[in-house]
C-alpha cells in the first residue's frame, strides 16, 4: 500500500514533513499567508512524478497535525474543552471573543494550537500535489487515482473545517505555471459547496482506482455527506451517509516521532503515566455522563492556577492515540439527522442504537420531534466527542453557550459569544485579491 500511514515510522513522520516544507517553500504559501517557510530546501526537483507518492504522503501529514489542533482549539470554543492555563493568548478560544488580530489562531503552528494557517497550509500542499497528479500519467505515477483520490479527500476536508470553523475564509490555489491564484473572502456555503467539489473529485477518482482506494472511497463520502448536511442539502446528505459500511473508520495517525505527529488532545488534557496533560480541562457537560464513549477521570491533582478543576479525558490514552476524522457511526447519525423529519421511525432506531452504545436508555416509539431532536444532538455529543464537530453543532442548532455569554471567566473578563473564527488579519493584509 503507497501510504504513509504503512510506511516506516521515520517516512510517514519527519521524511514527509521535510518533503511538504520544501514543498511549501517552492510554492511560495508565505505569499498569501505572510507566513515565511522555515525551509531552504528547494523543491522544484521535488516536484517530479517519481516523488508523487511522498508528496501525498507529506500532504496528509499536513492535514494530521492541523486537524489534531483543530479538534483541540474548537473543543475550547465549545463546550468540550476548559482552558486551565495561564497563558492569555489561548484565552479568547475558551472565552470566546477573538477577534481578526488574535495571534494564536491565526498564525501559530499546528504544534502551538493555531487553526487558520496550518489548514490552509494542508489545503494547499494537498491543492497543489493533486494539481501535479492531474498533469501526470498513469504510466509516469503507478496507482495514480490512488493518489489524485488520497490527496482530494484530505483537501475536502481541510476546505470543510475551514467552512465549519470559520466565519468567512478564502482559497488561493496554484495555476498550472505554479503563479497563485489568489482567492477572494468566501462564506461557509461556498466553502462547503467547494468541498463537496473535492470530495466528489476524490470519489470519482477512487472508483476508478478499484478496491485499493476503499478507504478514500468512504472517508470522501462520509466527507461529503457532512458538507451536504452543512450546506443544508439533507437528501444528498443521507444518499451519501448510506454509502459508508459499517464497521468503517479512517483516523488521523499518531506517533511520538515528532511534536507534529502527536495526538493534540492528548498532549492538551490525557493521561501521561503517573502524571497529566492539564492544559485544558475536560468541560462541565462530559464530566459525570457516565458512557463508554467519553471516558474521563477526576485525578488527585490541584486546580489550575485559574481555579479550574482538572478533569481528564482518557479517550485517547497517549501521544499515538488516533483521532477518527471519517466514520460509520458519523454517517449514521447524519442518516439520523435527514430522517427526523421525513422518517421519523427511521431516525430513532439509529438513535437509539447509539443510546445503546452509551449505556442509555432507548426513546420510546412516542417520542415527539422535538425530543428525537435532542436525542440526535445529545449522542453526536457523545459519540462524536473531541472530533472536531462539537463546535459547528453548536452554531447550526443554535445551542445554549456554557458558559454563558457575560458569565465571569476564570482566567479574567467575562465569556463572549465569539462562535467562528473571524477571517483572519494575516490573510486581509497578504492576500493582493482583498486589498482594494
Not at 71 to 81: F, H, K, N, P, Q
Not at 143 to 156: H, I, K, M, N, S
Not at 223 to 228: I, Y
Request: charged share 15%; proline share 6%.
Amino acid at each position: 500500500m503507497p501510504f504513509h500511514r504503512f510506511l516506516k515510522p521515520m517516512a510517514s513522520g519527519a521524511a514527509a514533513a521535510m518533503v511538504v516544507i520544501g514543498l511549501l517553500a517552492s510554492c511560495k504559501t508565505s505569499d498569501y499567508l505572510g507566513v515565511t517557510s522555515p525551509s531552504r530546501i528547494p523543491a522544484s526537483g521535488l516536484e517530479d512524478p517519481a516523488n508523487a507518492e511522498l508528496l501525498v504522503n507529506g500532504a496528509v501529514a499536513d492535514f494530521e497535525c492541523a486537524y489534531g489542533s483543530y479538534v483541540t482549539a474548537t473543543g475550547l470554543i465549545s463546550d468540550e474543552l476548559d482552558d486551565a492555563t495561564q497563558t492569555a493568548d489561548r484565552f479568547p478560544y475558551d472565552r470566546r471573543d477573538m477577534i481578526s488580530s488574535s495571534v494564536r489562531y491565526q498564525s501559530d503552528g499546528c504544534t502551538a494550537l493555531g487553526t487558520y494557517s496550518p489548514l490552509q497550509t494542508a489545503r494547499v500542499s494537498a491543492d497543489n500535489i493533486r494539481r501535479l497528479l492531474n498533469g501526470w500519467t498513469d504510466q509516469q505515477v503507478p496507482d495514480r487515482q490512488l493518489l489524485v483520490a488520497t490527496a482530494a479527500a484530505y483537501e475536502g476536508y481541510a476546505e470543510l473545517l475551514l467552512g465549519e470553523g470559520f466565519c468567512s475564509t478564502a482559497f488561493s490555489t496554484f495555476n498550472a505555471d505554479a503563479t497563485v491564484n489568489y482567492g477572494t473572502e468566501i462564506t461557509p456555503q461556498q466553502a462547503f459547496d467547494s468541498a463537496i467539489t473535492r470530495f466528489s473529485e476524490a470519489i470519482t477518482a477512487a472508483q476508478a482506482a478499484g478496491t485499493s482506494a476503499n478507504n478514500y472511497l468512504y472517508m470522501a463520502y462520509d466527507g461529503r455527506a457532512r458538507a451536504e448536511l452543512d450546506a443544508g442539502d439533507l437528501a444528498a446528505a443521507k444518499a451519501d451517509a448510506a454509502l459508508v459500511p459499517s464497521g468503517f473508520e479512517l483516523d488521523m495517525t499518531g506517533s511520538t516521532i515528532s511534536s507534529r505527529r502527536y495526538n493534540r488532545v492528548w498532549a492538551d488534557n490525557g493521561q501521561n503515566g503517573t502524571t497529566y496533560n492539564q492544559a485544558s480541562s475536560v468541560g462541565p457537560d462530559y464530566r459525570n455522563l457516565n458512557d463508554p464513549r467519553v471516558p474521563v477521570i477526576h485525578p488527585n491533582v490541584p486546580n489550575s492556577t485559574t481555579g479550574v478543576p482538572i478533569w481528564v479525558q482518557l479517550k485517547y490514552t497517549s501521544a499515538s492515540s488516533p483521532i477518527p476524522i471519517a466514520s460509520y457511526t458519523e454517517a449514521q447519525l447524519i442518516i439520523a439527522e435527514a430522517d427526523l423529519a421525513s422518517d421519523p421511525a427511521a431516525a430513532l432506531a439509529i438513535i437509539n442504537t447509539s443510546r445503546a452504545a452509551g449505556g442509555e436508555a432507548p426513546l420510546a416509539p412516542t417520542a415527539t420531534a422535538a425530543e428525537l431532536k435532542d436525542a440526535l444532538i445529545n449522542e453526536r455529543a457523545r459519540a462524536l466527542f473531541l472530533q472536531g464537530t462539537r463546535l459547528y453543532d453548536i452554531i447550526r442548532f443554535q445551542l445554549p453557550l456554557v458558559p454563558a455569554a457575560g458569565a465571569a471567566y476564570p482566567g479574567g473578563g467575562v465569556y463572549s459569544n465569539q462562535l467562528c473564527m473571524p477571517f483572519p488579519d494575516v490573510e486581509n493584509f497578504n492576500n493582493p485579491a482583498l486589498k482594494s
